[in-house]
Antibody, heavy 119, light 105 residues
Framework: QVQLKETGPGLVQPTQTLSITCTVSGFSLTSYYMQWVRQTPGKGLEWMGFIRSGGSTEYNSEFKSRLSISRDTSKNQVFLKMNSLKTEDTGVYYC?????????????WGQGTLVTVSS | DTVLTQSPALAVSPGERVTISCRASESVSTLMHWYQQKPGQQPTLLIYLASNLESGVPARFSGSGSGTDFTLTIDPVEADDTATYYCQQSWNELTFGSGTKLEIK
């Protein structure tokens, strides 16, 4: 059974760095692309980036300068780190898994973790 | 970026047929996908590659279109279909529409 669960800090101060962990079960990270998507009041659903099954990454140009996605396959975890946070980054952050053999859509989603950027 | 335009809201009665549209700012071939999101929940995949029904999704849902114009159809609509529906393209980076909120009267 495929499961994804995000764990985040809840509250982050402006200019600080956001770190979220996505823990997965029921499949191997070396077989699927893993994606990050966020949902904010201002911009709705936004694709942030992915890490390929082989470990390389691709980022949305909007976040490229401040976003990093990595993983620990031994722990079945994928990580999102984004620096220089602003209040507009407040929203729900989801990890999602691509389908088998592709990367362009999101077959499985975590329940999301709410991040509030505020001082 | 490829911009996806959706109507903001629709209201229909149970048993009716509803079509939700999505227009892309440029051709995305058939690289269009649809999601349902209920309040407080994560999105769930309904349709991928314009017309393929995701496993486990009721056959009342169907998708069509290619190029710039796409449609999600629910026939017949049920009360449980109250949700916001999003289109998403994977032709050029990945972008989402702003969503269509469906109300069942």
């Amino acid at each position: 059974q495929v499961q994804l669960k995000e764990t985040g800090p809840g509250l982050v101060q402006p200019t600080q760095t956001l770190s979220i962990t996505c823990t997965v079960s029921g499949f191997s990270l070396t077989s699927y692309y893993m994606q990050w998507v966020r949902q904010t009041p201002g911009k709705g659903l936004e694709w942030m980036g992915f890490i390929r099954s082989g470990g390389s990454t691709e980022y949305n140009s909007e976040f490229k300068s401040r976003l990093s996605i990595s993983r620990d396959t031994s722990k079945n975890q994928v990580f999102l780190k984004m620096n220089s946070l602003k209040t507009e980054d407040t929203g729900v952050y989801y990890c999602a898994r691509a389908p088998s053999g592709s990367w362009g859509w999101f077959a499985y989603w975590g329940q999301g973790t709410l991040v509030t950027v505020s001082s | 970026d490829t911009v996806l335009t959706q109507s903001p809201a629709l209201a229909v009665s149970p048993g009716e047929r509803v079509t939700i549209s999505c227009r892309a700012s440029e051709s995305v071939s058939t690289l269009m996908h649809w999601y349902q999101q209920k309040p407080g929940q994560q999105p769930t995949l309904l349709i991928y590659l314009a017309s393929n029904l995701e496993s486990g999704v009721p056959a009342r849902f169907s998708g069509s279109g290619s190029g710039t114009d796409f449609t999600l159809t629910i026939d017949p609509v049920e009360a449980d279909d109250t949700a916001t529906y999003y289109c998403q393209q994977s032709w050029n980076e990945l972008t989402f529409g702003s969503g269509t909120k469906l109300e069942i009267k």
